[in-house]
């Protein structure tokens, strides 16, 4: 469970985990329940709690300091406030790519369809880091959040993986979670599909009525083949190609954001 930390001294953050749940520095009433550290690590003469990625406290721990707080990296990209901060990051994203493909459909440019491939990619991509970033904002809001997702995740592992998860600290069982998630949301429609039925307690399919599993593989397949296939010659596409490609993003991500 997490906990409040007083820290005897300052607090020094190497880690995007934990910088979102510090607190108040040069705060010297202890707060009520807190754990008291007092650091033993000496940072520019001073006691410092150096938070880094090694530490093994939970990532939901608040942490107040008698001393300063200092940050030397910026927090994880991924810890949004909410989903709807999560979507408005996606549609400014939409919204350049649409307006990059608007710009180019009536304008004479060499090699057109070159630009009109990469387009295609990045318009599943786009996808894909929304969804990504839906689940792990949603998975990290709380730690009652993350308790409920976790319970699911744990009884959709293998006795071996159990094992291994049972074993392992608070923090350390916490970035895992978050790093295997964060894995199997990439380029994997059915996997997708698996957690956003854990996450929103739903037996809907997010991607049914899409072709989004073939557009991930056509995405794999521009940015790792080149578009080539089997019979040795390159795919094309065209200003509708991509213009389709949006719009299926979009049933998706609407179909997420009616959930979240």
């Known amino acids: 469970m997490a906990k409040t930390i007083y820290v005897k001294g300052n607090i020094l953050v190497k880690t995007e985990d934990y910088k979102y749940n510090i607190g108040d520095g040069a705060l010297y009433t202890i707060p009520e329940g807190a754990d008291i550290i007092n650091p033993s690590t000496l940072v520019e003469g001073s006691p410092c709690l150096v938070i880094d990625n090694d530490f093994r406290y939970s990532i939901f721990n608040v942490y107040r300091a008698t001393g300063s707080l200092t940050s030397i990296v910026s927090t994880s990209y991924y810890y949004y406030s909410d989903a709807i901060e999560v979507y408005q990051n996606y549609k400014k994203q939409r919204i350049e790519l649409k307006n990059m493909l608007d710009s180019i459909e009536h ?3 060499e090699n057109k ?17 929304f969804v990504r970033d839906i689940i792990l904002t949603k998975i990290t809001s709380s730690e009652e959040n993350f308790i ?15 094992d291994e998860f049972n074993r392992m ?5 916490e970035r895992r979670v978050i790093k295997r998630t964060y894995d199997d949301t990439y380029s994997n429609a059915k996997k997708v599909n698996s957690l956003m039925k ?11 009525g899409t072709n989004i599993g073939n557009y991930i593989q056509e995405r794999h397949d521009i ?19 991509v213009k389709k490609a949006i719009n299926e993003d979009e049933k998706v991500i609407d179909k997420i954001m009616s959930l979240a």
């Open 223 to 241: 940015f790792h083949k080149n578009a080539r296939m089997k019979n040795g010659s390159y795919k094309t596409y065209e200003y509708i190609d």
């Open 113 to 129: 369809e070159f630009l009109y491939k990469l387009m295609m990619g990045n318009a599943i991509t786009i996808l894909e880091s």
């Open 107 to 109: 304008v004479q440019i």
């Open 198 to 208: 854990l996450l929103f307690n739903t037996h809907d399919c997010v991607c049914s």
């Open 169 to 173: 600290d608070q923090g350390t069982l």
């Open 148 to 162: 409920s997702y976790y319970s699911l995740f744990y009884n959709n592992l293998s006795n071996q993986d159990r």
